[in-house]
């Protein structure tokens, strides 16, 4: 039997090319600058490794079936066990206008606390092919091997909304972003080597929690 030459093959969505191209971005926020603000450790919790699925997520309070799986997640973790809390910077694909509306709808300001889950297996597998060492020992906070899943009250919240050219240039022109959003080009994300863009590390280090304050103490 010779194989079916006439069947299409389809080409990988703008959210699998912005998370094959995430893979390769490093545990820290490309061009996010150490300071006192943000002195805990940073880990690439989305997107791990294809076909895992235990990987950290974003819920309410109380929900069970309802969760946020950002394209891309980075985490901040608290270094004091007395006061845990984690940071987030999501990464977001948006295909369309459509999508964009929804995705920033689920990072609108709001009086409920949104909370970071990180699921045992995850904070037990190291982050790095080549280093055995475990992420739940990076994580400062952390005291002894966690046998449950570590859930954290989001302190912080920057998102970075990746637009196909035509409407980041359409939205660029005639809209004002809230607070907490970023906005780029699908291709500056889904580029080779886009976390070594001058561009998107600029971006970036406009993200941080550093950049709302003139100087911080001791600077």
Not at 31 to 53: C, V, Y
Not at 105 to 111: I, V
Not at 158 to 176: D, H, I, N, P, W
Request: aromatic share 8%; glycine share 4%; net charge positive.
């Amino acid at each position: 039997m010779t194989a079916d030459r006439t069947r299409p093959s389809f080409a990988p969505s703008a959210d699998e090319l912005v998370r094959r191209s995430l893979r390769q971005w490093p545990q820290k926020p490309p061009g996010t600058p150490s300071n006192l603000k943000q002195p805990g450790t940073w880990l690439r919790a989305r997107p791990g490794e294809a076909r895992t699925a235990n990987q950290p997520f974003l819920k309410l309070p109380g929900t069970n079936r309802l969760r946020t799986l950002p394209d891309g997640l980075w985490l901040h973790f608290s270094p004091d066990p007395s006061d845990p809390y984690a940071d987030i910077l999501c990464i977001e694909a948006c295909s369309s206008l459509q999508n964009l509306l929804d995705k920033r709808s689920r990072f609108a300001p709001s009086t409920t606390s949104l909370l970071a889950v990180c699921p045992v297996p995850w904070l037990l597998n190291p982050c790095q092919p080549n280093d055995p060492t475990p992420r739940w020992r990076l994580i400062r906070l952390l005291r002894t091997e966690p046998v449950d899943s570590l859930v954290l009250p989001v302190r912080d919240v920057r998102v970075l909304y990746g637009l196909k050219s035509r409407q980041y240039e359409g939205f660029a022109r005639t809209q004002m972003p809230q607070a907490h959003e970023y906005f780029c080009p699908m291709e500056a994300l889904t580029a080779e080597k886009g976390d070594e863009n001058p561009a998107m590390r600029a971006l970036l280090a406009r993200a941080s929690a550093a950049a709302n304050f003139m100087h911080l103490p001791g600077s």
